[in-house]
């Protein structure tokens, strides 16, 4: 699922033109040495920020906030460059209220969801970990389309505290980008993970009560009651000493035809998230 992709026009277009920002510094190394010095003269905490960073990288790591944060000393920088109409551009833009609230906004919601991409790259991610995952980030988006149909934007952290230190209030035309992105997103969340595992639940915690799923078969329901009703393993379930995958595949000498079913259902998903 790419963010970009999802975006109403104006923001996409925010992006693009924060792209287009870094690249300029970075395509120059002399101007990218004038970058640093810049920030060295005023103090900055991000003087190899931009130096350093791949533009790609804009839609996974944490550069939009570093940008953001950096849009003052941009300043200074593209007013002390040849006048050009890229420059002009820049400069216009790094003074435009409205700009800035979209950036804000795009550097806090890149930020979120980067937190929970890297969190479905470890590797005993399972898809019920992704489905923990997404059903607490559609919850999450509800909140924060609620948040912003209330004009209140204490969940976007960035934007917020642009909005008090500047005494802003969001225009509607913004406020209005935001709340379809969030729906935007809402949506796609939806069409992407759209799976329910009630039925599954059983490979997560087998100790619990379940009716019989409909995908087992008699012997392999079975096989779940034995294990369900075993002590030993509920202690060592409980214990929390091993990841999913290795207590099923720590049973399939004893019980081989519910670990298959349960091995399989766990390898379904592969963890390729694309922000």
């Keep these: 699922m790419s963010l970009s992709q999802k975006m109403p026009y104006e923001l996409k277009t925010v992006l693009d033109q924060a792209v287009l920002i870094v690249n300029y510094v970075k395509s120059r190394p002399l101007q990218s040495r004038l970058f640093k010095k810049v920030c060295e003269d005023i103090g900055s905490q991000h003087q190899s920020l931009l130096l350093h960073t791949e533009v790609r990288c804009l839609s996974r790591g944490r550069v939009l906030l570093r940008l953001f944060e950096l849009h003052d000393e941009l300043k200074t920088f593209f007013t002390k460059q040849p006048v050009s109409a890229h420059v002009n551009k820049f400069v216009e833009l790094l003074h435009d209220e409205q700009w800035l609230m979209q950036l804000a906004y795009l550097a806090d919601i890149f930020d979120k969801l980067n937190v929970i991409c890297k969190a479905l790259q470890v590797r005993a991610t399972t ?149």
């Design 127 to 275: 898809k019920f970990t992704v489905n923990d995952k997404m059903s607490s980030l559609k919850n999450k988006l509800a909140f924060w389309i609620e948040c912003v149909e209330k004009h209140n934007y204490e969940c976007f952290t960035i934007l917020n505290d642009f909005l008090k230190e500047n005494e802003l209030r969001v225009s509607s035309d913004v406020e209005k980008n935001i709340h379809e992105h969030l729906t935007s997103l809402t949506k796609s969340l939806h069409e992407y993970f759209p799976e329910q595992l009630q039925d599954m639940d059983w490979v997560q915690n087998p100790f619990v009560n379940h009716t019989k799923p409909s995908m087992l078969s008699v012997s392999e329901y079975e096989n779940l009651i034995d294990i369900k009703f075993s002590l030993t393993l509920k202690q060592k379930y409980e214990e929390g000493t091993f990841d999913l995958n290795a207590f099923w595949i720590g049973l399939k000498d004893e019980y081989p035809e519910i670990v298959n079913r349960a091995i399989t259902l766990l390898l379904l998903f592969v963890t390729t998230y694309r922000c």
